[in-house]
């Protein structure tokens, strides 16, 4: 049965065989950030894919690479949030994110002595690993950030409803920051092969689904009290605002942050309903590697805290264990 609404898609996708242990996880995350009033953000990232047979060789998938997320992530921790990090296994990760490739690797050296071979940081790299491995080591040692990963994108929708119903505890603490890139079309379960599709069986015809809106539910029933921020990607600059402005419009939340995929990485428009807001780099800051999550994240935990105070909510710096 293709399902039409969220309650028919959790009705008809069954929970990830790894669910029973990510919701243990999340669970005990947000009852000890929430015993000591911390706030926390569920930071999502990543693409989902969308598989055309069950034991899946081929899927559909998209161009998220995960850069959003995992450098906001770090800017949430430095602003004291406690952070769950829901992403797309094997896309980007906070700290991590800064070494992909062979990076790494062309920072070490090694002196080959045998049983007696050791490697270290080559100086002129200590500079840069050491600020973002310190800031990684706190962020652990603290237990301020939790991962948990997912990649179909009915993975996503079992993890992200555990999530909500973990942070719904929180009120106006908890935030979502829904930076994913989650697919609008996906195939009913009872529509997917079991098996590898056959070429001798000619080109297939695949008919893809609308994805329930699963924003309706989160807002007005997962998480009626938290800070809810949603993104918003076109290609069209002239559909940009327009459709940021609808999705306010229809789900109630409180922010969209609009994005083209063309300049994603160092333009930005936050729009709330009263206000918009852009945000972009200039040509020296985008040389010399600035993050624009910074600023984004910058002006979300400002507006945030006013949402708490409005809720009654204490503003105060984080406790104990953060
Ligand atoms: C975004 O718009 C993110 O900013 C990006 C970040 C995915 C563009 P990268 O991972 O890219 O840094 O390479 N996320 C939401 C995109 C999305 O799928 N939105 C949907 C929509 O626009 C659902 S809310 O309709």
């Not at 769950?84 to 490739?101: A, C, D, N, V, Y």
């Not at 062979?102 to 690993?129: A, C, F, H, W, Y």
């Not at 809810?228 to 069209?236: A, N």
Request: with cysteine.
């Amino acid at each position: 049965m293709a399902s039409s609404t969220w309650e028919e898609f959790f009705a008809v996708h069954l929970p990830p065989p790894d669910f029973e242990d990510n919701r243990s996880l999340l669970k005990e995350f947000c009852e000890r950030h929430d015993q000591y009033g911390n706030k926390i953000v569920l930071v999502t990232s990543g693409g989902t894919t969308v598989p055309l047979e069950h034991n899946t060789v081929r899927f559909v998938d998209n161009f998220s690479a995960g850069t959003r997320g995992a450098s906001s992530a770090e800017y949430f921790l430095e602003q004291g949030y406690a952070v769950i990090f829901m992403h797309r296994q094997k896309s980007l990760e906070p700290f991590t994110r800064h070494f992909t490739g062979q990076k790494l690797l062309d920072m070490l050296e090694i002196q080959d002595r045998g049983p007696n071979t050791s490697i270290s940081v080559k100086p002129d790299s200590v500079d840069v690993l050491a600020p973002i491995l310190l800031r990684y080591k706190a962020a652990h040692a603290a237990g301020a950030i939790l991962h948990v990963s997912f990649t179909t994108v009915s993975e996503y929708f079992w993890l992200l409803r555990a999530a909500c119903e973990c942070l719904a505890n929180l009120g106006a603490r908890a935030m979502l920051y829904l930076a994913a890139a989650v697919s609008d079309f996906y195939i009913p379960k009872d529509r997917v092969p079991t098996h590898k599709m056959q070429s001798a069986c000619g080109a297939p015809i695949i008919q893809l689904h609308l994805v329930p809106k699963m924003l309706a539910p989160l807002v007005n029933l997962w998480v009626p009290e938290a800070y809810v921020v949603s993104f918003k990607l076109e290609t069209d600059e002239n559909l940009l605002i327009p459709k940021a402005r609808a999705a306010l419009d229809k789900y109630k939340h409180k922010m969209v942050v609009a994005n083209l995929l063309q300049t994603r990485h160092h333009r930005v428009i936050l729009v709330s309903p009263d206000v918009s807001q852009e945000i972009v780099l200039t040509r020296e800051e985008v040389h010399a590697g600035v993050d624009i999550e910074s600023s984004i994240v910058c002006e979300i935990v400002r507006v945030h805290a006013l949402h708490m105070r409005h809720a009654g909510e204490p503003v105060s710096p984080p406790r104990s264990p953060r």
